[in-house]
């Protein structure tokens, strides 16, 4: 069976991971954390624990469980409580956080309890926070605040040092295939290639590189990115190596839905540029790739999948 890691955090890995997750395939997900925004936010502060939020969604994305379970494990208490905001995922995994001490032993259990099959890391133990330098040289804390400021990102890092999972490394090593998430670029996939040590593990592996692109741009972060500009913000942290492959979408959106995503988000589809990205010796897979889910554009989890998949098998 083939070995797959793919990096990522929040949304757009969970939508990845539901379609990969029905191929015969042996999954690696490795979770950014530096989530500080919503329920996540909260709970790091009152237990002083890890980011939880992005790595319970990846859970439950992977989980073999009927609508039922997901729906109650989904399920945020309304109202003004204490409770309002917090997810039950949320609220189990800060509390087997307390009782086991680590990820390392609080991430079994829910694996257990979710009939989960495939492995799920968290990039550090540690309690993280990004920071983003903008074009104009100010510096924004915090992966939430990055998200809200809708301003054009030049570079980000961390706010100290920490010890990066050494189990990401053992999966790097038994790869056949590496694959960067759809999501965030700035505040869920970069934060993983920010780190010299992921970068040097990732050039030093054997196997291919992909990433899924994003549908549309993102306010600030990729304003009127193209494919071919999203593939020269990895090639920057990859070097010489760079990406292997991209899968994109090349199918029109409705007029409507172009409109409405401009007005209300300022999005854009991301366009390919076909003639560039020919030049950039990297494997272009494009499809109709998007649907829309709970009145939301997203990935098709299992088009992409089934993309990717077959990408795996010719290799």
Known sequence: MKNVVIFGGGSGLSQLLKGLKLFPINVTAVVSMADNGGSTGILRKEFDISAVGDISKVLLAMANTDSDNTQLLNYRFPGNSKLAKHSIKNLLLAALLEIKGDFAHAIPVLCKLFNIQGTVLPLTEESVDLIGKTEFGEYIIGESQITKANAKIDEIFYDKKFEINPEIFKALNKADLIIFSCGSLYTSVLPHLVLPQIQEAINNSSAKTMYVCNLVTQPGETDQYTVSDHIKVFN?????????????????????????????????????????????????????????????????ALKTAYLIFSYLMED
Do not use: T
Request: zero cysteines; hydrophobic letters at 35%.
């Open 236 to 300: 920057k942290y990859l070097g010489e190596n760079g990406l292997d492959a991209i899968v994109a979408n090349n199918a029109k959106m409705s007029n409507y839905l172009v409109k409405k995503y401009a007005s209300e988000e300022q999005k854009d589809p991301v366009v390919i540029d076909r003639k560039n990205i020919e030049k950039m010796n990297v494997k272009l897979i494009e499809d109709k790739i998007y649907k829309i889910e709970d009145n939301v554009l997203r990935h098709d």
